[in-house]
């Protein structure tokens, strides 16, 4: 089991309704992100988010995404109104980091939430 | 922008034959680091390559860093059935909060 754990494990959806993808539970980490798939393709990055705010994003990550941590664990991935060709796998990761935080040891994906946009 | 070019894109191999994939950067990277990842599952981390002209090993996977620390390399020797998935460079751009630019994935496809 990863330790990153995504829920819904898979979600259908409605072309323009608004999807929340959760990560739960984190423990103290800073720096997590978000990245997606199409399938069969590459993983593209999405947004790092570290000490509650967006640390870096790409331009897929237009006005229709958002990123929170409302609890100060989850942390959720919000699409608000969804097209067809954001069907993907979303994977939620955190980076591991050495003590003086300079060099990361890899990322720990989640096992990541299938969305399909119908 | 920057991008991580992967090939080949599959490679059917006997099993007990070798397997190489090879991940060339337009620019320089901070690092960069190797995935597998199963049909249907998520990536998980095989290793990270940080010093210029590192090799780094596995048992039988075999990991290289280039000397500018632009182009990289995996290979397996004498595959396993086990050794089935989709490998992926990612490289960690410099001077940025840790994002990775991943290569497009090459395939390993044992022949039955």
């Known amino acids: 089991e990863p330790e990153v754990t995504q829920t819904p494990s898979h979600q259908v959806t409605q072309m323009g309704q608004e999807v929340i993808l959760r990560c739960v539970p984190i423990?103290?980490?800073?720096?997590f992100y978000w990245y997606r798939q199409i399938l069969g393709q590459k993983v593209e990055f999405l947004v790092s988010?570290?000490?509650?705010?967006?640390?870096?994003k790409s331009e897929i990550f237009d006005d229709q995404f958002s990123v929170e941590r409302p609890d100060g664990s989850n942390f959720t991935l919000k699409i608000r109104s969804t097209k067809l060709e954001d069907s993907a796998m979303y994977f939620c990761?955190?980076?591991?980091?050495?003590?003086?935080?300079?060099?990361?040891?890899?990322?720990?994906f989640g096992s990541g939430t299938r969305l399909t946009v119908v | 922008g920057q991008q991580v070019m992967q090939i080949p894109q599959y490679q059917h191999v006997q099993e007990g034959e070798d397997f190489t994939t090879y991940c060339n950067s337009s620019?320089?990277?901070?690092?960069i680091q190797w995935y597998k990842q199963r049909p249907g599952g998520h990536p998980v981390f095989l290793i990270q390559?940080?010093?210029s002209g590192e090799v780094k090993k596995q048992k039988r996977l075999t990991f290289q860093f280039g000397e500018a620390k632009k182009n990289s390399s995996l290979h397996i020797t004498a595959t396993q059935t086990t050794d089935v998935g989709t490998y992926f460079c990612?490289?960690?751009?410099?001077?940025?909060?840790?994002?990775?630019?991943w290569g497009a994935g090459t395939k390993l496809i044992i022949k039955p």
């Open positions: 990761a955190r980076a591991e980091f050495t003590y003086a935080g300079t060099e990361n040891y890899g990322y720990t």
């Open positions: 423990s103290n980490h800073l720096y």
């Open positions: 988010f570290y000490n509650n705010e967006i640390s870096e």
């Open positions: 620019t320089t990277l901070s690092n």
């Open positions: 390559l940080v010093k």
């Open positions: 990612a490289g960690e751009l410099m001077d940025s909060n840790y994002q990775l630019i």
